[in-house]
């Protein structure tokens, strides 16, 4: 293990910057999110939730694909090119890491997203522990230690001082790039981050969510869970709006449409959400007509279809962004409790 102090940090980040993107949480209008990092870009490593995942640096909320142009009766078709060139993500925590292998799931399956698969092979994922998880998280029904982010490289930041530990290859790579900026972590060093994993534990021990049950959330579940008459009431107060799908960092769905450049077109991809009434729009109409039908659906996916269809895992990783962000104070927590308390039947 290594460590750097948090005032050399901005020298890290330079550091690393000189021969690849560095993409972490930056605060901008009152909004930590993050964002690629240029000298005097002002890092926030304290903010514990950014607004979005990191999952717009694999899978941005809008790219283009390719681009048609015409020249007179001459059309030719320009493919976006595939990401070629090394990255960093820093900062991101357990629970967004997990999200990544729910999307790998998604994209790295046949037929493999190219553009997805090159940013991850490219990406390099330094993961930060979560100092001080809040009300809303519940990453370990989940089964996801806070404490212990599984990324490329994990950090811990105690009392002004980073730790950093490389657990890939990558991480190996990236540590040997900086390792001129970091100095070796003695045993009293270890005793630190054990004791900082241990804080966390208890913190994450004592937030109200932790033991939410998933006794009864299956892939076997589906017929009980789909005809339950609890969605009819659960789903009323929900708007429509999308904001669960947008700051969720496993949802997936983007649709794909064209832009007219004046001489050509950009056919490009941008997210999408199952909340909203044109989702999967086709010629004879829409697959679900209602809201509930709609809003049952994103709660179906993450907690019946998707484990029932990849052994188990579920597509919500308890990072509670829509605990705190629903306008309607609609969540997944809510849906996992209303089944609870009404056993999914009444
Ligand atoms: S954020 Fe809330 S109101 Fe908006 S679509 Fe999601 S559940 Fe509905
Ligand atoms: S459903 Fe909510 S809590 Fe679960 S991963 Fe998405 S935003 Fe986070």
């Known amino acids: 293990m290594y460590k750097i102090e948090k005032e050399n940090l901005e020298a890290l980040f330079r550091k690393i910057a000189e ?40 899978f941005p909320q809008s790219e283009t694909l390719y681009t ?28 967004d890491v997990k ?31 979560c100092h001080e998880p809040e009300e809303s998280c519940f990453c370990k029904v989940f089964g996801t230690d806070a404490a212990d982010p599984a990324a490329d490289v994990a950090v811990w930041m105690v009392e002004g001082t980073l730790y950093w530990k490389a657990i890939s290859e990558k991480g190996q790579a990236l540590t040997e790039a900086v390792k001129d900026l970091l100095t070796d972590a003695d045993a009293s060093d270890e005793a ?86 044109d989702f999967t729009m086709m010629a004879h109409g829409n697959n679900r007509t209602s809201q509930m039908q709609r809003f049952r659906q994103r709660f179906m996916h993450k907690l019946v279809y998707f484990p029932a269809n990849n052994n188990g895992m579920y597509s919500c990783v308890g990072c509670g962004r829509c605990v705190e962000k629903c306008p309607s104070s609609l969540n997944i927590v809510k849906v996992i409790k209303a089944f609870e308390k009404h056993g999914g039947e009444k």
């Open 19 to 58: 021969s690849q993107d560095l993409i972490l949480p930056i605060k901008k209008a009152g909004q930590t999110n993050f964002g690629l990092w240029n000298e005097g870009e002002e890092a926030d490593l304290d903010t514990l939730k950014t607004v979005k995942s990191g999952k717009d640096a694999f």
């Open 192 to 277: 630190k981050v054990s004791a900082e994993k241990e804080a966390i534990h208890n913190i994450v021990e004592q937030l109200p969510y932790t033991h939410l049950s998933l006794e009864g959330w299956d892939g076997n579940a589906t017929d009980e869970k789909f005809n339950s008459p609890v969605w009819e009431t659960l789903y009323k107060p929900c708007l429509a709006c999308g904001t669960c799908t947008f700051v969720c960092p496993t949802c997936q769905c983007y649709d794909i449409k064209d832009y007219d450049t004046g001489h050509g077109v950009k056919r490009y991809r941008c997210w999408d959400s199952c909340m909203y009434s």
């Open 99 to 129: 999200g990544m292998e729910v999307l790998d799931k998604v994209f790295l399956a046949d037929p493999i997203d190219t553009f997805y698969a090159a940013r991850r092979d490219h990406g390099t994922i330094v993961a930060m522990a």
């Open 68 to 95: 048609c142009v015409r020249d007179g009766k001459k059309l030719t078709v320009e493919p976006e090119e595939l990401r070629s060139s090394p990255f960093v993500v820093f900062g991101m925590k357990a629970c």
